[in-house]
């Protein structure tokens, strides 16, 4: 009986209180966008991705907020359309894959570039350092450190380690994100 009416509770508060989070998720290719837009949109990991061409949108609601969450392909041709699906969203979340430590240059490269747009001031920045299910995987630390994320000023900025594979640290990504709701 309590389980109903907390259930019930959630509903009916989440029909006078809903709030709205728009997100973009950038990164290079094969970082782990989409896996990591699948994960929270289902609860299941799936290897049966296939690499995004332009962007994919997705609502996906959690409690009493919606996400509305823009996945922008990563490879180099679609990078110049990360400004445009950043600018007026609630946060960016930047996916490194941090078991392949020789792209992080290229990473940091293309965020402080993304960064640098007028349009994006004081965005909050929340950096994934997925595929940490892989041995020899880059640490938070080692992230701050490569993607050089403390020279970014202008904005709040968070990054965790996490897996989409193992789903490991994706409870504390979603309570980052859901906290962008207004
Ligand atoms: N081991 C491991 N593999 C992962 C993880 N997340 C994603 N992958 C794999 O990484 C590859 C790329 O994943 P995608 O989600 O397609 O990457 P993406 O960033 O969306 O790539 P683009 O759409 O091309 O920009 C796939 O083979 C995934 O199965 C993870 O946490 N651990
Ligand atoms: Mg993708």
């Known amino acids: 009986m309590p389980g109903f009416f907390s259930s019930f509770f959630s509903w009916f508060s989440g029909l006078f209180f809903s709030k709205t989070a728009e997100i973009a998720v950038v990164g290079l290719q094969a970082s782990g966008k989409t896996s990591f837009v699948n994960v929270i949109t289902s609860g299941q990991w799936s290897e049966d991705v296939v690499p995004t061409v332009a ?27 990360w400004e445009r699906y950043c600018n007026g969203v609630d946060a960016i979340a930047f996916v490194v894959d941090s078991a392949d430590t020789e792209k992080l240059n290229t990473a940091r490269f293309e965020l402080h570039q993304l960064l640098a747009q007028p349009s994006l001031v004081g965005v909050p920045l929340l950096v994934l350092g997925n595929k940490n299910d892989i041995e020899g995987h880059a640490t938070v630390k080692d992230l701050i450190s490569a993607l050089q994320l403390e020279k970014i000023r202008d904005r709040p900025v968070s990054c965790y380690s996490c897996s989409m594979k193992s789903q490991h640290n994706l409870d504390i990504v979603m309570q980052w994100l859901t906290g962008r709701g207004h």
């Open 55 to 81: 962007f994919n949108f997705r609502k996906i609601r959690k409690g009493n907020v919606t996400l509305r969450v823009w996945d922008v392909a990563g490879q180099p041709k679609f990078r110049s359309m």
